[in-house]
């Protein structure tokens, strides 16, 4: 196949003060034309400092020491000013991970749209308008000659996605590279996301270049993958070889640490052990070699080179660097596909929790209500109620030692209802009980008290904690708070880093100093300083490498047996809710729509939304692709709340009953509950 982008030997330096880091070394790679090329491995593999070599968009301390990147035919490393501009937008796009910082906040849309199009000097300013307004429809954004004259914080998450597809497609670029475009999506905006770039590319004809560290869309979207780990390409193939006869040791790892391949009913998570190693040094022998289970001494002393095999599923060839493949070094080894199975380490699993009959926390028919605007200008308007429910008529239920999984998309509810519970969010009605203790309308000097056996992780792990303080004051912060003098604070907190494995010398560090997994294990630590008996987790695993999520997770259930710790667990990551959870709720538009055991609700879902739920989930097995979404559209609006049925706007099973009357909670058998005129199942 014609080849449009080909990389020969980059080598990429950065300058820090602790000295000069070797981000990519070595790293050759051919992208054909018309294909989608995924390029997966863990937090500081090099993937994003790889596409912005293309894009030259390095950092001002950055040095390129060596290699070419050749687009069709000409050397992007040579270009001028003029040449760069023209490459960017015209003949690459990007869409970047983060949309709310790469687009700008203080200009609309159709601003940022129009100043794109410059270059088309033939168009007027009409013209370029309407193609703008055009493209929008395109990506699927409903009523876009309104919408583009909105800004970025008027858009949720997944049109501020689309609408940075649709900057990326404006110029009808022949290479577009997006880097974790559906990085804390829900899973149904995220299915939408890869159904709009599989159709870009057949209607743009466009290559297309995917960074991602989520498996599920690597296989559903891409035909080919680069696996990357600590600076190079350690293996090349078609992605229905990689997925299914991968070679190197570390994408074996990689793949088996999905939660999604694991059975069911084991609540622990494969891991890789170690971490990507320090750059600062290049590494003598293979760079996984400290991590690799099958590691000889000819790993340790000897690079090993790249090797061609043909691809077992598909006879395509497939590129791996290591010793095991190559016919100098094989001997050392024994046989490969029995030995690099065991590349992981795995926890031993824990026993059954048994549900206890009086509940940890009850809450009953809770209501939380936030103003909409304020009281003049509701006056002004002729506004009798400015408020919306973020959460209505809830009922839950958690014992000790137990866990109850949250699941649904984002504005369901599920983050409001974890903070009303350590009484950061207002309750506006219904209760909230804690060991029987009514928690609504608790003073303040009540609720510190409270606060000792209710913790709460939180969503960001670095914003979360204060950048003032290093973690050895970060983990004795909540002793001093309560007043607890229990040993030396110097103590307690040594303490603590052993109990998430952390090494002591971690205790001087601050936060931007720590790797995303890092920083979570010391979140955990500090929730479970004074020993609470229930921990809140506020997406306990978001934007973590997959090997790192089953660190966190088999963390959280060893702490969990050992402690009898409950847990609210709050994800829109369903493959990990199935994994740790005893019970499972879904949350939509601040109701809970279905409740009951967790694997009953995965296996046959009562309600269209926990199917659209299950369906949603990206499978990482390229043979199972899906062709069509499970639900289109998103979350209404709290301000306008849809008649009858709340989710019938998007329910295939939808009649004039959920559009006219309101479903009331129905009981099912084995004790699950489901609020729908006509469930899926009896």
Same mark, same amino acid.
């Given at each position: 196949?014609?080849?449009?982008?080909?990389?020969?030997?980059?080598?990429?330096?950065?300058?820090?003060?602790?000295?000069? $880091?070797?981000?990519?070394?070595?790293?050759?790679?051919?992208?054909?034309?018309?294909?989608?090329?995924?390029?997966?491995?863990?937090?500081?593999?090099?993937? &994003?400092?790889?596409?912005?070599?293309?894009?030259?968009?390095?950092?001002?301390?950055?040095?390129?020491?060596?290699?070419?990147?050749?687009?069709?035919?000409?050397?992007?490393?040579?270009?001028?000013?003029?040449?760069?501009?023209?490459?960017?937008?015209?003949?690459?796009?990007? $869409?970047?991970?983060?949309?709310?910082?790469?687009?700008?906040?203080?200009?609309?849309?159709?601003?940022?749209?129009?100043?794109?199009?410059?270059?088309?000097?033939?168009?007027?300013?009409?013209?370029?308008?309407?193609?703008?307004?055009?493209?929008?429809?395109?990506?699927?954004?409903?009523?876009?000659?309104?919408?583009?004259?909105?800004?970025?914080?008027?858009?949720?998450?997944?049109?501020?996605?689309?609408?940075?597809?649709?900057?990326?497609?404006?110029?009808?670029?022949?290479?577009?590279? @997006?880097?974790?475009?559906?990085?804390?999506?829900?899973?149904?905006?995220?299915?939408?996301?890869?159904?709009?770039?599989?159709?870009?590319?057949?209607?743009?004809?466009?290559?297309?270049?995917?960074?991602?560290?989520?498996?599920?869309?690597?296989?559903?979207?891409?035909?080919?993958?680069?696996?990357?780990?600590?600076?190079?390409?350690?293996?090349? *193939?078609?992605?229905?070889?990689?997925?299914?006869?991968? !070679?190197?040791?570390?994408?074996?790892?990689?793949?088996?640490?999905?939660?999604?391949?694991?059975?069911?009913?084991?609540?622990?998570?494969?891991?890789?052990?170690?971490?990507?190693?320090?750059?600062?040094?290049?590494?003598?022998?293979?760079?996984? @070699?400290?991590?690799?289970?099958?590691?000889?001494?000819?790993?340790?002393?000897?690079?090993?080179?790249?090797?061609?095999?043909? *691809?077992?599923?598909?006879?395509?060839?497939?590129?791996?660097?290591?010793?095991?493949?190559?016919?100098?070094?094989?001997?050392?080894?024994?046989?490969?596909?029995?030995?690099?199975?065991?590349?992981?380490?795995?926890?031993?699993?824990?026993?059954? &929790?048994?549900?206890?009959?009086?509940?940890?926390?009850?809450?009953?028919?809770?209501?939380?209500?936030?103003?909409?605007?304020?009281?003049?200008?509701?006056?002004?308007?002729?506004? !009798?109620?400015?408020?919306?429910?973020?959460?209505?008529?809830?009922?839950?239920?958690?014992?000790?030692?137990?866990?109850?999984?949250?699941?649904?998309?984002?504005?369901?509810?599920?983050?409001?209802?974890?903070?009303?519970? $350590?009484?950061?969010?207002?309750?506006?009605?219904?209760?909230?009980?804690?060991?029987?203790?009514?928690?609504?309308?608790?003073?303040?000097?009540?609720?510190?008290?409270?606060?000792?056996?209710?913790?709460?992780?939180?969503?960001?792990?670095?914003?979360?904690?204060?950048?003032?303080?290093?973690?050895?004051?970060?983990?004795?912060?909540?002793?001093?708070?309560?007043?607890?003098?229990?040993?030396?604070?110097?103590?307690?907190?040594?303490?603590?880093?052993?109990?998430?494995?952390?090494?002591?010398?971690?205790?001087?560090?601050?936060?931007?100093?720590?790797? *995303?997994?890092?920083?979570?294990?010391?979140?955990?630590?500090?929730?479970?300083?004074?020993?609470?008996?229930?921990?809140?987790?506020?997406?306990?695993?978001?934007?973590?490498?997959?090997?790192?999520?089953?660190?966190?997770?088999?963390?959280?259930?060893?702490?969990?047996?050992?402690?009898?710790?409950?847990?609210?667990?709050?994800?829109?990551?369903?493959?990990?809710?199935?994994?740790?959870?005893?019970?499972?709720?879904?949350?939509?538009?601040?109701?809970?729509?279905?409740?009951?055991?967790?694997?009953?609700?995965?296996?046959?879902?009562?309600?269209?939304?926990?199917?659209?739920?299950?369906?949603?989930?990206?499978?990482?097995?390229? &043979?199972?692709?899906?062709?069509?979404?499970?639900?289109?559209?998103?979350?209404?609006?709290?301000?306008?709340?849809?008649? *009858?049925?709340?989710?019938?706007?998007?329910?295939?099973?939808?009649?004039?009953?959920?559009?006219?009357?309101?479903?009331?909670?129905?009981?099912?058998?084995?004790?699950?509950?489901?609020?729908?005129?006509?469930?899926?199942?009896?």
């Amino acid at each position: 196949m014609e080849a449009l982008l080909e990389i020969f030997g980059l080598d990429v330096d950065f300058n820090t003060p602790r000295g000069r $880091v070797h981000a990519l070394r070595g790293v050759t790679m051919t992208i054909p034309k018309g294909r989608i090329l995924g390029v997966v491995g863990e937090s500081g593999s090099g993937k &994003t400092t790889l596409i912005w070599s293309i894009m030259q968009l390095l950092a001002s301390n950055s040095t390129v020491g060596g290699g070419e990147v050749r687009f069709r035919g000409e050397d992007v490393m040579n270009f001028g000013t003029d040449a760069l501009r023209s490459f960017r937008g015209e003949e690459a796009a990007m $869409v970047f991970q983060d949309p709310m910082t790469s687009q700008s906040p203080v200009l609309c849309y159709r601003q940022q749209m129009t100043d794109i199009l410059y270059r088309r000097a033939g168009l007027s300013n009409r013209d370029k308008a309407a193609a703008a307004v055009q493209m929008m429809r395109r990506v699927g954004i409903p009523d876009p000659e309104s919408r583009i004259l909105h800004f970025p914080h008027q858009f949720s998450g997944g049109m501020r996605q689309r609408a940075g597809i649709a900057m990326a497609l404006l110029m009808d670029p022949s290479l577009l590279i @997006a880097d974790e475009p559906t990085t804390a999506l829900d899973v149904t905006m995220e299915a939408q996301i890869i159904h709009l770039i599989r159709e870009a590319r057949a209607e743009f004809d466009a290559t297309v270049m995917l960074v991602s560290h989520n498996l599920g869309l690597i296989a559903e979207l891409c035909d080919e993958v680069a696996v990357m780990y600590a600076g190079e390409i350690v293996e090349h *193939g078609e992605v229905h070889d990689i997925f299914f006869h991968a !070679k190197h040791p570390y994408t074996r790892a990689l793949l088996r640490c999905n939660p999604a391949h694991e059975l069911v009913d084991r609540r622990f998570f494969p891991t890789i052990p170690g971490d990507v190693p320090d750059l600062h040094e290049h590494p003598v022998g293979c760079v996984f @070699a400290p991590r690799c289970p099958q590691a000889a001494d000819t790993c340790c002393t000897q690079k090993p080179t790249d090797s061609t095999l043909p *691809g077992e599923f598909t006879g395509e060839r497939q590129t791996v660097r290591c010793h095991i493949y190559d016919p100098e070094t094989y001997r050392c080894f024994e046989t490969p596909s029995a030995a690099m199975c065991s590349s992981v380490s795995e926890a031993e699993e824990p026993a059954a &929790t048994t549900r206890s009959a009086e509940p940890l926390l009850a809450i009953d028919g809770l209501r939380i209500r936030f103003p909409s605007m304020g009281r003049l200008r509701a006056v002004a308007a002729g506004v !009798k109620d400015p408020f919306v429910d973020a959460v209505l008529d809830v009922s839950l239920a958690l014992a000790p030692g137990e866990t109850l999984g949250l699941a649904g998309e984002s504005g369901s509810g599920k983050t409001t209802l974890g903070r009303s519970v $350590v009484g950061l969010s207002s309750i506006t009605s219904g209760s909230v009980k804690f060991r029987g203790v009514e928690l609504a309308g608790l003073s303040q000097r009540r609720y510190k008290r409270v606060r000792r056996d209710i913790s709460m992780m939180f969503q960001d792990p670095v914003g979360s904690l204060s950048p003032r303080r290093n973690v050895e004051q970060l983990l004795t912060e909540p002793f001093s708070i309560h007043g607890v003098r229990d040993g030396r604070l110097r103590q307690q907190a040594l303490r603590l880093c052993d109990m998430v494995s952390l090494p002591a010398n971690f205790l001087s560090r601050y936060p931007h100093e720590l790797s *995303g997994g890092q920083a979570r294990r010391v979140g955990v630590a500090r929730a479970l300083a004074l020993n609470p008996a229930l921990v809140i987790a506020d997406e306990p695993t978001a934007g973590l490498d997959v090997s790192v999520q089953g660190e966190i997770l088999n963390l959280m259930i060893e702490l969990q047996d050992k402690y009898r710790l409950a847990y609210l667990i709050i994800s829109h990551n369903l493959p990990v809710i199935r994994q740790i959870s005893n019970r499972l709720a879904v949350m939509y538009l601040g109701r809970i729509v279905e409740q009951g055991d967790c694997e009953t609700v995965f296996q046959t879902p009562a309600h269209p939304y926990s199917e659209a739920l299950v369906r949603g989930t990206p499978n990482p097995d390229p &043979t199972r692709r899906r062709k069509l979404v499970s639900v289109e559209g998103e979350v209404p609006s709290l301000t306008n709340r849809p008649g *009858g049925c709340e989710f019938h706007p998007r329910c295939p099973y939808a009649t004039d009953r959920c559009r006219n009357e309101a479903p009331t909670e129905t009981a099912l058998s084995g004790g699950r509950t489901v609020r729908c005129h006509f469930p899926l199942v009896a």
